[in-house]
Structure formats: C-alpha cells, structure tokens
C-alpha cells in the first residue's frame, strides 16, 4: 500500500512498526440499538489495535457493520469493516466502500460470508457477484489506481483502505492453503487473519512453507486465537464445524477442568478460567513462530475476556500513534 498520503490506519502503523500487533471483535447487535454497540466498544478500549465490525456474521441479520463501525470508532476503537459477497453486488460494494471511507474508515476485511441457508432467512438470494479474492482485487484497484471496477477513472478522492482478508490454515487439501494464501498475496490483501488455531504443531507446519514462500514478507499475518467457554464447545468446534483443527488433548483438558466441582457456576468459571489459559498459552506460541505478525482474538460474545486474555499474554499496553479525528457522534 502506498502510504506517502500519511493517512495510515493504526493497525497499519503498528504493524509497520513491527509490534505485534492485535485485533479482536466486535459482533453488531440484532437491533437498532447504538448503546449495545457502545457498550461493547467499552469492554474493548485500550485491549487492542483495531476491531473487527463483523458483517452479518452467520447469515443472521444484524446492525450493519459500517454503521457499527463508527459507533465503535466514537467509543475510541478503530475498526476493521468487514464486507462478505453474499449480500452485495460490485455497485453497491464499491458504493458502501466509498461511504465507509468518507466516515473514515480506514480498515477493510474481505470475506466470502457464510451462506444464507445457515441463518435467520434460509429463503434469501445470495448474491457472489464476485468471490473474497475478486473483491480484494477490486478494493486495491480502487485505492492504487484510482478506478472503479469497470475501469471508470475515480475523480476525487478514492478510499484507500488497509485491505485485509481471511486464511483458513487447516482446511482440505492442507498442502495447498499456503499456495492459496500467496494467491491473496499476489491479489494485493496486505493483511491476514485466519481461521482460529488449536493445533499449534499443525499451524507450524502451515507456517514453515508461508515462510518458505516468501509470503510472509508480502503481508502480515495474524493468527487466529480465542477462548473456549466448556468442553461442550470444544466439542462442537472440533466434530461439527468444517475447517476447524480441535486435538483431542484440549477437549480432555477442557473436560478435566471441572472434574470434582459440584457446583453448577463454579465448575462453569473453572471451564472459562482453562479456556483463558489455553488461549494465553498459544499466544505465547504464536509469538515464537516466524512470519506470524499478530494475533486476531476470536472471544465471540464473551467481550470481558478480551482485557484478561491480553493482559496475561503481555500484551498491554498496546503502542499508540496519533489517528485522524474521530467522526463526532452528531456528524
């Protein structure tokens, strides 16, 4: 990305400063509610150096990311939009990516989406118009070449967003993700997040053919990590979701964290409490393998962990650089 403009988003200064850098999430509620939005942004203030803005994560309806965005950037948090092709045509992408930007966003996470039959409205049209890779390919084209798809010229300012994507490390056929990776390297994303990481030694080997690859210098890549909240969870992570690397040996440990505890709320606190260390632990791992920039903090609904996981890994107080003023809440 050229940045001789200056007007780097925080995410991209700290990564180009070579901290290790830190992003978690911020899931919009199913209503119109903005306090809901504030709330959360709270919970995640100084925890981290942007936050995801999920867009209709699980094909349900929920607040629309932009908008969530900027309840989220008023509250002191910089965003990362994330914009899915399920929902959207090239006019309307390009036509909210230009209003992103007028608000200020500054961050953009390019995804596929979950298909529609998963959600609350089985009946609806998706669109995939164009796929994750296209769309990354479209959003540095309008930033590097001043253009629109269609190869009108943009008169005026264009928006020039820090591109991000996503990697699942561990999906079918594994041998091939790292070249599936260097695809969006070659497509211009400049940052990854992947899929979350359980199995440490697999994601080494992921990892040591990135680097091999020469992929790592093209972007930066951030792992996914999160906390799990019961053995039940764990469980469904490992049999029930594609994509998704689970050993068996973190499902044991998660069920041996409440052996012996009667008490209904205290053997929950104790299956949150080893879901918090595992993370902990596989962070400081994360942070010993190279070509890995940052993490991306996967606590889904569970906003409170986020300061404790981040504070324990050593991860506070994150770097800070100066940032273009926040849109004012009565803009």
């Not at 209003?99 to 953009?108: D, F, S, T, V």
């Not at 990776?181 to 994303?189: D, E, Q, T, V």
Request: charged share 25%.
């Amino acid at each position: 990305m050229n940045d001789s403009d200056g007007a780097l988003s925080n995410l991209q200064k700290v990564l180009k400063a070579g901290h290790f850098a830190v992003t978690t999430e911020l899931g919009p509620p199913k209503n119109a509610d903005a306090e809901a939005v504030r709330h959360k942004a709270r919970l995640l203030r100084g925890c981290a150096d942007a936050v995801n803005i999920t867009d209709n994560q699980t094909a349900i309806v929920r607040m629309s990311s932009i908008a969530a965005g900027v309840l989220a950037w008023q509250e002191g948090l910089e965003p990362v939009i994330q914009m899915t092709c399920r929902d959207r045509n090239r006019l309307a992408m390009q036509s909210d990516l230009l209003g992103a930007y007028a608000l200020g966003m500054r961050n953009i996470l390019c995804l596929s989406g979950d298909h529609q039959t998963f959600g609350n409205h089985p009946q609806a049209k998706n669109v995939h118009d164009m796929d994750s890779l296209q769309l990354v390919q479209m959003v540095v084209g309008l930033r590097d070449h001043n253009r629109f798809q269609c190869g009108e010229e943009i008169k005026g300012q264009s928006p020039r967003f820090f591109v991000g994507a996503a990697e699942n490390p561990f999906g079918d056929p594994f041998d091939w993700r790292p070249y599936r990776l260097a695809k969006k390297a070659k497509a211009g994303a400049d940052f990854i997040q992947t899929q979350l990481v359980f199995n440490v030694p697999r994601f080494r080997q992921f990892m040591t053919k990135v680097v091999e690859l020469g992929v790592h210098r093209q972007l930066r890549i951030l792992a996914g990590v999160g906390p799990l909240k019961s053995p039940a969870a764990a469980r469904y992570m490992r049999d029930q979701v594609p994509g998704m690397d689970v050993p068996d040996a973190i499902v044991e440990r998660m069920e041996a964290a409440g052996q012996g505890i009667a008490d209904k709320k205290a053997r929950a606190a104790a299956y949150k409490e080893e879901g918090i260390r595992i993370c902990v632990e596989t962070i400081a791992q994360m942070r010993e393998i190279e070509g890995v920039a940052g993490i991306h903090l996967m606590a889904i609904e569970w906003e409170e962990a986020v300061s404790v996981i981040t504070e324990r890994a050593g991860l506070l107080p994150r770097p800070t650089f100066e940032t273009p003023a926040v849109v004012s809440e009565s803009a």
